[in-house]
């Protein structure tokens, strides 16, 4: 059983002919059935006008004549019409008068009309050959027979080489398209073609570019988990060797030793989970809890959880204008977001500074403003802040003394939780001296009182 044709090319011929080929047929049979039709009507008309004509002689020669019968054999002698014979029969249907018989054989085209001659009735009938008729419709049809197959298969010839031809660039496109790996993924398809080519190679293209810069991320990302993950681990590995290298240690020194690699671990554990939740988040596996809570209880709950943090550092928190801002989602994450931003501002500020936090709220927007008294961040890697493992600092951000795993994963998991809830975060402004951290997010209900200016 023959099946629809596979590749592309030929269904564009196959198409392509049937397209040209079913209208040129369907043109054919209409005209040769209008030129059939046309010969028809012209048959008619001339023997109708021959038998009038036929008519009025008869009328004349009826007037000179003895007899109606000799009137009728006399006009039949005188006009003859080239292959027209005409008859003359009575009422029984008998022939009175009659030219000569036509030589051809079929097939003949017949009319015959009354004919009333001295008050009696007669049958005048005209007879025409349609040989020549038939043969010149037998030479068309022949020409038909012969004419549309080949233009059909023209037709298709010149298909085929227009479906090849119009995919030259699709081949090389499919080609290009094989050769790229993840280790060439700088290469990109020729732009060639129709608008609908150059369409889609531009398409492709543009999913290549996102792909490269996944893959390089990727590969970022990769080297420096890597980076971060061989400290702890090699400061543990470090200390348990030494410590076992000896037979006899102190408490002391044993103590000293199981901080050491409890801090490491401590570490450690804080990049794996940081990881572990932007793994998710980018795989579409975080699950949010969301529930009913207010940010400014948010807020201050991360003010509080990070006041150890800024004691230590010499930083004073300050909590300003805290407002009511009801909102429906995930307390964790978002206590996180708060932590992270709140970590990083303690972290940056010098000791005796001032890091504040300011909520507002406009336009079904609350705003939490989070602001340090840093040195600022450089204006070359302003839009870098939010990478995964980049720190401005990497021998401030590694301090122990944090409430976050300080490998430069903080920003960039905050400001994914943000866009989790619908929300941003963004740099709002840094100089030294002062760098703004703002998080906005959508909220609903009424303009809330001021419910707390207090210091943390």
Known sequence: MPRWPSSLRSRLTLWYTVLLGLPLIIF???SYLVFARTLQ???DRFIGD??????RELTAERRTALGIIEAMRSTVDEVRFRDLHIAILDRS???VAMTAPPADRGPYRIISRPLDLGGEHFTLTGT??????EEMLARIREMFLVAI?????FAAIGGYALAKRSLVPVASMAAQAAAISASNLDERLPVAGGDELVGLARVVNDLLDRLERSFAQQRRFVADASHELRTPTAILRAEADITLSRDHRTEEEYRASVETMRDAARRLTRIVDELFLLARADSGHLVTHREALYLEDLVHDAAHAVQSVADQRGVRLELRGLVEAPFEGDADLLGRLLLNLLDNAIKYSPEGGTVEVEMRRREGHCEIL??????????????RVFERFFRVDAARSRSDSSATSGAGLGLAIARRIAEMHAGRLELAESRPGRTEFRLTLPVAGPEAQYVSTTPA
């Open 28 to 30: 054919a049979v209409a």
């Open 41 to 43: 009507h012209r048959t």
């Open 50 to 55: 021959a038998l009038t004509a036929f008519s």
């Open 93 to 95: 249907g008998t022939v």
């Open 128 to 133: 025409y050959s349609l040989s020549d008729i």
């Open 149 to 153: 197959p080949l233009l059909v298969l």
């Open 370 to 383: 989070v602001v340090d008294q840093g040195p600022g961040i450089p204006p070359e890697v302003r839009e």
